[in-house]
């Protein structure tokens, strides 16, 4: 099992930043996939930025060159820096982490999230 505490919501204008943490806990040697979603208002939950532990982030189109997923794997964490933020990035944002465990020979996933953190861009 993981544990996903997410801190770093907000309100801010448009045109500004926020920076997203993630802090994990438990089995995190069975890491396998890790990043970002949002969910806005009246919408589907949204892939913003993942990887796998071991590569590079891919981002969705709307945040490409905007957002910036990285991670201190000292201090287990996981960020999500946001720049040049507009009001279509206003969502709840998640944290996720999936881990791979080995079942009878089988490879089997599981997925946990964050609580949400709510991020509110307008004048």
């Known amino acids: 099992q993981v544990h996903l505490m997410e801190s770093g919501g907000g309100l801010v204008q448009p045109g500004g930043s926020l920076r997203l943490s993630c802090q994990y806990s438990?089995?995190?040697?069975?890491?396998?996939?890790m990043g970002w979603y949002r969910q806005a208002p009246g919408r589907e939950r949204e892939r913003v930025a993942t990887?796998?532990?071991?590569?590079?982030?891919t981002y969705t189109d709307a945040v490409k060159g905007r957002f910036t997923f990285s991670r201190d794997r000292a201090a287990n964490t996981m960020y999500l820096q946001m720049n040049r933020l507009k009001p279509e990035d206003t969502a709840v944002y998640y944290c996720?982490?999936?881990?791979?465990?080995?079942?009878?020979?089988?490879?089997?996933?599981?997925?946990?999230w964050g609580q949400g953190t709510q991020v509110t861009v307008r004048t």
């Open positions: 996720y982490a999936e881990i791979m465990y080995m079942e009878e020979g089988d490879s089997e996933y599981e997925e946990y």
């Open positions: 438990g089995d995190i040697s069975s890491l396998y996939h």
């Open positions: 990887a796998q532990v071991a590569g590079s982030p």
